[in-house]
């Protein structure tokens, strides 16, 4: 069985970085592209970032262009996520998605069946 679990959440002030990991595992990660979305207080869940199952593509919501960073390290199984310069409007759950198909784009996260981590809380103050 695939599983996700996200760490490396917390509180940060604004204008501060953090550094979100996502360990996987139950098949072969290097295979699968990868995936982040963030769900705030009474807000629907929204689509942060994703990564294409070799790491060569990154596709980001135009919300945080320029501001959050995906990659990913196959030889840890493991997806990143650099968020910088953040805002409270950042402060959510964040969640780590694998794509359910083997080497697919990284759009494919948006919309494709996908593997979901239990989230990781991420407050930002101001």
């Known amino acids: 069985q695939v599983q996700l679990v996200e760490s490396g959440g917390g509180l940060v002030q604004a204008g501060g970085s953090l550094r979100l990991s996502c360990a996987a595992s139950g098949r072969t990660f290097g295979n699968y592209a990868m995936g982040w979305f963030r769900q705030a207080p009474g807000k629907e869940r929204e689509f942060v970032a994703a990564i294409n199952w070799s790491g060569g593509n990154t596709y980001y919501a135009d919300s945080v262009k320029g501001q959050f960073t995906i990659s990913r390290d196959n030889a840890k199984n493991t997806v990143f996520l650099q968020m910088n310069s953040l805002k409270a409007e950042d402060t959510a759950v964040y969640y780590c998605?694998?794509?359910?198909?083997?080497?697919?784009?990284?759009?494919?996260?948006?919309?494709?069946?996908?593997?979901w981590g239990q989230g990781t809380q991420v407050t930002v103050s101001s």
């Open positions: 998605v694998q794509h359910m198909q083997p080497r697919t784009s990284a759009t494919t996260v948006l919309y494709g069946q996908k593997y």
